[in-house]
C-alpha cells in the first residue's frame, strides 16, 4: 500500500452523524462532572436528542455544560453500525435490537481506532517488511468492520490491540529515529523515552521536543505553547487542556481528534492534516 492511500484511509475516519442514529448520544455512558452536567446510563438517549437524531443544543453544547460532547469523536463507527452492522434499521424503529447495537458501538469505536493508527503508520516511510506486516493488519481490521453483530460481540480486541501495537513501536522508534539522528551531537533513543510519564501542568513553553516518546503520558494543563512537536508518539496520551497554542504537531504521531478536541490552542498550532482545528479553539 503506498503513502498516498494509507494518509486516504487515515482522512477518511471521520463521524457522519446524518447516518447514524445517535448512537454517541444513546450508547454511553454520562457522568456528571466538569464534562456533564447529567448522569445518564448507557442504553438511554440524552434528553436533547431529538427524533431525527440531532441535537437540540448542539450549538451550545459548552455553554450548556456539555463539554464532554464536542471532545468525543468516534472516528466513523457511528455510521458504519448504523448502516452496515444494522442495514440502516434503528433502534427506535426496532427496540429489539437497540441493546446489541449499543454494546457493538463501542466496539466498532475500537476498532476504528486500531485502524486509524495502523493506517497512519503506513503513511510513513518505514521499512517495506515493516510496511508488509501493518498492510496484512489493516486488511483483518477492515475486515471486521463488515462483520455481523454477533460475531463483533465475541470478538477478542485484546488480541488485535497487542499485535497492532507491536507494530506501531516499531514505525514509531523507526520515525523517531530517524529525527533524532538528525539532531545536533549524539542522541540515544532512550533519553526520548518519556511513556507514561507524569507531566501534569509541566511547564515546556518554547522548547524543543521533538520525537519525544509520549504514549501514555499525563500531559493534563501542561503549558506547550510554541513548542516544538514534531514526530513525537502520542498514543493514548491524555491531553486534557494541554495548551499548544502556537505548538508545532505537524507530523506529531498518532494523535486523535479526541485528543485534540480536549486540548487548548489557536490558528497558530500546526496539526496533522488528518486532524480538524475544533471550533472552540481560540482564534
Not at 22 to 28: E, I, S
Request: contains cysteine.
Amino acid at each position: 500500500m503506498d503513502n498516498e492511500t494509507a494518509r486516504n484511509i487515515r482522512g477518511n475516519l471521520t463521524a457522519d452523524c446524518s447516518k447514524c442514529f445517535g448512537l454517541c448520544c444513546t450508547a454511553l455512558t454520562i457522568v456528571a462532572s466538569s464534562d456533564f452536567p447529567i448522569n445518564k446510563q448507557a442504553g438511554t438517549p440524552c434528553m436533547n436528542l431529538q427524533s431525527d437524531y440531532s441535537c437540540q443544543i448542539h450549538s451550545q453544547l459548552r455553554d450548556k455544560g456539555f463539554k464532554g460532547c464536542t471532545v468525543f469523536d468516534c472516528l466513523g463507527a457511528g455510521q458504519v453500525v448504523s448502516q452496515v452492522t444494522f442495514n440502516g434499521e434503528s433502534w427506535r424503529e426496532n427496540p429489539d435490537i437497540g441493546k446489541k447495537m449499543f454494546r457493538v458501538f463501542p466496539i466498532m469505536e475500537q476498532i476504528h481506532e486500531i485502524i486509524a493508527y495502523v493506517a497512519e503508520a503506513l503513511s510513513y516511510d518505514i521499512p517495506i517488511d515493516l510496511a508488509d506486516k501493518l498492510g496484512k493488519q489493516l486488511t483483518e481490521l477492515q475486515a471486521l468492520t463488515k462483520l455481523d453483530a454477533d460475531n463483533l460481540l465475541s470478538l477478542d480486541l485484546v488480541m488485535y490491540r497487542f499485535s497492532s501495537n507491536e507494530l506501531l513501536t516499531l514505525a514509531s522508534d523507526f520515525v523517531r529515529r530517524k529525527t533524532i539522528n538528525k539532531m545536533p551531537g549524539v542522541r540515544k533513543i532512550k533519553e526520548f523515552d518519556h511513556q507514561r510519564a507524569n507531566w501534569m501542568g509541566k511547564k515546556l513553553k518554547g522548547k524543543d521536543l521533538r520525537a519525544t516518546d509520549f504514549r501514555g503520558a499525563y500531559l493534563i494543563a501542561a503549558d506547550m505553547r510554541n513548542t516544538d512537536l514534531r514526530a513525537v508518539d502520542f498514543i493514548g496520551a491524555d491531553l486534557r487542556d494541554v495548551n499548544f497554542c502556537g505548538a508545532d504537531l505537524s507530523t506529531g504521531m498518532f494523535l486523535t481528534q479526541m485528543q485534540i478536541n480536549s486540548a487548548k490552542g489557536n490558528v497558530k498550532t500546526t496539526l496533522p492534516s488528518h486532524i480538524h482545528r475544533p471550533s472552540h479553539w481560540i482564534n
